[in-house]
């Protein structure tokens, strides 16, 4: 380990990000990788405090204490894989927990170093059919939305056989699996009549809806939300003419020529409405990160992606920058009582503070408890047949909060928490997203 950064533990300095030199040939660099690898892995060891988080780091300090040495150098470069597999880019250790990231001498970036892990590995080694279907969410969308598909894939997916089946793919029986709509949101949605956008100091309230994979095929009805919300307050809203996949299952894959594929769809479009005046949501927080934080990192030096980036806004971030502006209603007719609000990792890690509950807590004689652990879903780790039992574990604490507040609901601004709780709450209940519980508080 380097001594260059030990007269202290850690940084003074707020964390930053350098670039992902993703398209330097010396990124897919083997060697070097593990050199990397064993270094950050160093560090990791001796400090653990990261161990609570997922089951990267339980995975490498079991490693680490059942090496002959008790340390890293003990670790056949092997099983160094076995660590990157279990890392689903939360982001949390780079910004909640790690003392050592850049500034710091001794430069962390674990999030960023299990991408290039990935990289390397899906450059080198290709990946399985499962993965590549459960990360091509567009194209599986499509074929499973269309009607006369629907209803089949929908009772499949509850069919004991047919899970039975699914597991034999790869695709855990008791994972809880999306339903899909014939009835998209792109199909269903109509643009804003007679709104008169009123501008605030941060916002222009015009909204363009990046509607991503789920919010379109599997949950259309939070863009319906979304949109009576909006309009509620006097926002203009309207679709973006044209999306693909913001890329992010594709980047845990590590398959960043795919994600790189995306963004010349997405960024172009986005842009365009972006010159015209409109900001940018999504309803999946880990859709907004990618336009905030990864694309800006991998396309540094791209005007249009940093374009994006600054007009891109979280729909409860959004919200509030209205309500400081005074240009929130708050005329609702319903109170929500009890919240157990699940604090989704890509909401944590986009820096906004948390505006959910700030937004909920205008509503009457309602309460809302923030729950900051993760779910441990991540969009695909939760339905794979080889982390969905530690899935299960890492959400344990959240349903443990959950019963213990005895809330009236549950929720999480990204859905696939949501309905991975619900999943482990096992007693029937169900989750609701923060915006239907917004538009039933307007009751409208």
Known sequence: M?????QREGSLEAPTRHPINWQDPEFYNEEQLFEELE????????CRRCVSLCNAFPTLFDLVDES???????VAK?????????C????????????????????????????RAKAVHFKKHGTSVRNKILSSTDA????????????????????????????????HENAK???????????????????????????SGKVAIFATCYGNYNEPHLGDDLQAVFEHNDIAIRLVDKERCCGMPKLELGDIEAVAKAKEVNIPALAKLVDEGWDIIAPVPSCVL???????LMFPDDEQVQKVKEAMYDPFEYLMLRHKDNLLRTDFNKSLGKIAYQVACHQRVQKIGLKTRDVLQLIPDTEVEAIERCSGHDGTYAVKKEFHEVSMKIVKPVVRKVKELKADHYTSDCAMAGRHIENAMDDGSETTHPITLLRQAYGI
Not at 2 to 6: A, I, L, P, V, W
Not at 39 to 46: A, E, F, L, N
Not at 190 to 195: E, I, L, N, R
């Open 2 to 6: 380097s001594t260059s950064g030990s």
């Open 39 to 46: 270094r950050v892995y160093d560090i990791c060891h001796g």
């Open 68 to 74: 002959e040495t008790f340390e890293v150098d003990g």
């Open 78 to 86: 092997q099983d160094y894989w076995k660590v990157v597999d279990h």
């Open 88 to 115: 689903y880019l939360c982001d949390l250790c780079y910004l909640v927990k790690c003392p050592y990231v850049p500034p710091h001498d001794w430069n962390v970036d674990f999030p960023h170093l299990m991408l």
């Open 140 to 171: 599986v969308g499509k074929l499973a939305s269309i009607p006369v598909m629907v209803n089949m894939v929908n009772t499949a997916n509850k069919m004991p056989v047919f899970r039975k089946a699914l597991q034999a793919f790869g695709v």
């Open 177 to 203: 699996v999306p339903e899909y709509h014939s009835k998209t949101l792109r199909k269903a949605f109509k643009p804003s009549a007679d709104v008169t956008a009123k501008a605030g100091e941060k916002t």
């Open 290 to 296: 990618m336009f905030k934080q990864e694309l800006p």
